[in-house]
Nanobody, 126 residues
């Protein structure tokens, strides 16, 4: 079992950048595909980005493609989400998740992820 803790959220103006981190403990993160999800107020949680356990492949939601970059450092047992050109609709609680199942990188279904962090708030002001 792995424990996940997100950090790096905060308040930023539109057009700004933030880098979210997800620190894993209890088990090496290299055993998992990793994903980022987000949940805006009054909306369902949605997929943002995913990365293969080896780092060999990534996948993004259309809404963040070209602006966000997911990466991982297995030696540091961490995963990151670099968010650039932020816009107000990016405001949400961002969650890190770990997936044991070997499914396609484009599989965005939440239930395929077994472990979740508590989330970090990102607020983008206009």
């Amino acid at each position: 079992q792995v424990q996940l803790v997100e950090s790096g959220g905060g308040l930023v103006q539109a057009g700004g950048s933030l880098r979210l981190s997800c620190a894993a403990s209890g088990r090496t993160v290299s055993s998992y595909d990793m994903g980022w999800f987000r949940q805006a107020p009054g909306k369902e949680r949605e997929f943002v980005a995913a990365i293969r356990r080896s780092g060999s492949a990534t996948y993004y939601a259309d809404s963040v493609k070209g602006r966000f970059t997911i990466s991982r450092d297995n030696d540091k047992n961490s995963v990151y989400l670099q968010m650039n050109s932020l816009i107000p609709v990016d405001t949400a609680v961002y969650y890190c998740a770990a997936r044991v199942r070997l499914v396609g990188i484009t599989d965005t279904r939440e239930y395929t992820y077994a472990y979740w962090g508590q989330g970090t708030q990102v607020t983008v002001s206009s």
